[in-house]
């Protein structure tokens, strides 16, 4: 089965099993479920949440009750800007400038911006814990995303700038239908990001995995560089 194969199928189970969630349909997109503030609950009693000050956060909805939880917690937030567009492509919610009646709203794509300060790559903190959005994940940790590989480039990005290394853990929450058996999922590129911990609303599972991307492949990256200014810049310091 290759990506998309699976990518189809999951969201076809979640749809057709009503555990999708708001936006419908789950199809071309990191699916809402039943049982996202759950999995965030539970991603909160883990060692990494509870270690972690600083989170690069992906902005899809099922990932927004773990951005809320973490300004609640007093916890700063990072988002990338949408395909990374931007001179200053990161959103920045800090805790300490959000009123804690408006933390709930600050964290939703459509008020982010109305709490957040756009910074560039020089103003951006050492990263203690990266959160993913999902379409399917192995319990060894192999993620496929919705196929634009820009969770993966945000990872790579970091990496480059040494915000994140090899010790950073990277969690995703997802519904136990996205739980995919390994046998079904094509192996995973030099590219693709890992998952150390997957949360469903029912466990967490330690996945083992290793070998993360240590920086960007420019292979990759090289027909991206005319959109992405933070690329041509790294580029250039390459």
Do not use: C
């Not at 936006?23 to 990191?30: E, L, Q, T, V, Y």
């Not at 909805?61 to 990072?78: D, F, M, N, T």
């Not at 239908?177 to 995973?188: I, K």
């Amino acid at each position: 089965m290759d990506k998309q194969e699976l990518r189809e199928r999951v969201w076809d189970e979640l749809d057709a099993s009503g555990t999708a969630r708001f936006p419908f349909p789950p199809h071309g997109r990191i699916p809402n479920f039943a049982g996202a503030p759950e999995a965030a609950e539970r991603l909160t009693e883990t060692d990494a949440w509870q270690a972690a000050e600083v989170l690069k956060a992906n902005p899809d909805a099922p990932q927004l009750p773990v951005r809320r939880a973490a300004l609640h917690a007093g916890k700063r937030v990072y988002m990338a800007v949408p395909r990374l567009k931007d001179e200053r492509p990161f959103l920045e919610l800090d805790p300490d400038e959000i009123a804690p009646e408006d933390r709930d709203a600050a964290a939703t794509l459509s008020h982010v911006d109305d709490y957040a300060t756009r910074v560039g790559p020089d103003a951006l903190p050492d990263v203690d814990l990266v959160v993913s959005g999902s379409v399917a994940v192995t319990e060894s940790g192999v993620r496929i995303g919705k196929g634009e590989g820009y969770s993966d480039l945000e990872w790579a990005v970091l990496f480059e700038l040494g915000r994140v290394d090899a010790s950073t853990p990277v969690v995703t929450t997802v519904h136990g239908r996205q739980v995919v058996d390994e046998a079904d999922t094509p192996t995973p590129e030099a590219h693709d990001v890992t998952m150390d911990l997957v949360v469903t609303p029912e466990r967490v599972v330690e996945t083992g995995a290793s070998g993360k991307p240590t920086g960007i492949d420019w292979d990759l990256a090289a027909e991206r560089l005319e959109e992405i200014p933070l690329l041509a810049r790294l580029a250039a310091d390459d």
